[in-house]
């Protein structure tokens, strides 16, 4: 099975500041890796995905994540928040092979100006 | 394309009563998944269908808890005999699989349950 670690649970940023989010994961084999942010009272949205190539990638909204294999990560970047930034973040890891989504217990982002 | 939409979007009920949630995914998406979040937790996966086909249930899905989907459209989610610790937001989500590895899941709003 697999399991994903938010780091951080609240992240309070001033606004046009940059802002990471740190998600670790195990899993004994290879998975597909996801960000999605969740609006007050809204659904998931999808922020960005790695399925294989390139480890950096890039999403909406401004935002990236770097996958680092060897240290099993898939940290969120952003290099300047808005105040329209403010939601919880989840990541998410998919076994390859496999349908349903792991997720993380989220971090909130709060910006302030 | 209106995305995933799920109704009602907030239910109160009293324990011991039965509630029924509907979701209705994206047009063509051939796969529909429940998923559970409660308060300062990520989703946790329910169940999921491929077509009409319900293919696994989560333990955390107990006796109490029926999804059906029963034409491959639209999908209900019903709850017997609720219990506080049902409280909590449902969600659901879409995915096209079509021999590929691409299956991103699209979340609707979600229906928040609140069993008093």
């Known amino acids: 099975a697999q399991s994903v670690t938010q780091l951080d649970s609240q992240v309070p940023v ?3 500041a940059p802002v990471e989010l740190r998600c670790n994961y195990s899993s004994s084999v290879s998975v597909y890796l996801f960000w999605y942010v969740q609006y007050p009272n809204q659904g998931l949205q999808l922020l960005l995905k790695y399925l294989s190539g390139s480890t950096l990638v890039k999403g909406i909204n401004g935002f990236e994540a770097e996958f ?3 240290q099993t990560s898939f940290h969120l970047r952003k290099p300047s928040v808005h105040i329209s930034d403010t939601a919880e973040y989840f990541c998410a890891v998919r076994k390859r092979g496999d349908y349903k989504l792991s997720f993380g217990a989220g971090t909130t982002v709060t910006v302030r100006a | 394309d209106t995305g995933v939409s799920q109704n009602p979007r907030h239910k109160i009920t009293k324990r011991g009563q039965n509630v029924t949630f509907r979701c ?3 047009s063509e998406h051939n796969r529909l998944y429940w998923y559970r979040q409660t308060l300062g937790q990520g989703p946790e996966f329910l169940t999921y269908f491929q077509n009409e086909a319900q293919l696994e249930k989560s333990r955390l899905l107990s006796d109490r808890f029926s999804a059906e989907r ?9 709850i017997q005999r609720t219990e506080q610790g049902d409280s909590a937001m449902y969600l659901c989500a879409s995915s096209l699989i079509s021999g590929g590895a691409e299956d991103t899941q699209y979340f609707g709003p979600g229906t928040r349950l609140t069993v008093l």
């Open chain 2, 70 to 78: 029963p034409k491959g459209s639209f999908s209900t989610l019903e």
């Open chain 1, 68 to 70: 680092n294999k060897s």
């Open chain 1, 14 to 16: 001033f606004e046009e």
């Open chain 2, 24 to 26: 209705d995914p994206i």
